[in-house]
């Protein structure tokens, strides 16, 4: 509780002087809605909020998904394999000199209009940090316990099980936080580039329309999608890494 405190208090002294700010100057709502206005529009239009936010919720696990199931599998074969490293490191770096604006139209050309390129966009920008954070913890693992697992005749999958991925567990889920709050971005390009659904849809929509009210009621829907994978992630990692956290 006391953790939330200072950021709750914090939101709630920002969302008065926003308010106050735009009844001082008298803002319409198509240039700045206040908070008040947002929050009715979230309440009246929390069905249409609702389905689009369930959709693009969608496209973002299963980004995460199709990134752990590629960036696992690779940061263990560059761990192992260190030409490997060296032949693919400057491959991935280059790939996120990419600006996403540029990617998405690509990948919407590959996947369609469908789904699969807005889970495409966040997989490709979850993977990095996935990959990257995951293949240090395994190299920062102590050498003295590779000394002992080598001495003691353990063979390759028993030494992974068993020291290298339990070692490289706080340096995984470091990067998995990361992934998830910026994952929302790679799915909202995608919606926005091509899309019939989801919350960068609606927003484009709406500020087709100067429904800016709305455009922020999405972001306040993305923003707790966000936040709930965070935590999600956080509670995973405590339930997880606990020899972790009693180091901390």
Known sequence: ??????????????????EVFCRMFNLPPF???????????LA??????LRHGLTTTLEILLGILL?????????????????LEKALSPLLIASQAIPVFAAAPLLVVWFGYGMGSKVAMAAVIIFFPVTVTL?????????DLKTLFSVMGAGFLT???????????PYFFAGLRVAVSVAAIGAVIGEWVGSLDGLGFLMMQANARLRVDLVFASIVVLSAVSLSL???VCFLEN????????KR
Not at 159 to 169: E, V
């Open 159 to 169: 030494t992974l099980r068993h020291l290298y991925w339990p070692w490289a567990l």
């Open 67 to 83: 990134s752990l199931a590629v960036g696992i599998p690779l940061s263990i074969a560059m761990f192992f394999s260190p030409a």
């Open 239 to 246: 339930k997880t890494v606990r020899w972790a956290e009693k």
């Open 31 to 41: 240039l700045l809605p206040a908070p008040s206005r947002v929050a009715l529009v």
């Open 135 to 143: 293949l240090q913890g395994f190299k920062s693992c102590d050498p």
């Open 44 to 49: 009246t239009e929390a069905p249409l909020l």
């Open 1 to 18: 509780m006391r953790k939330a405190a200072l950021p709750l208090l914090f939101l709630v002294a920002f969302l008065a002087f926003w």
């Open 230 to 232: 965070w935590g999600a």
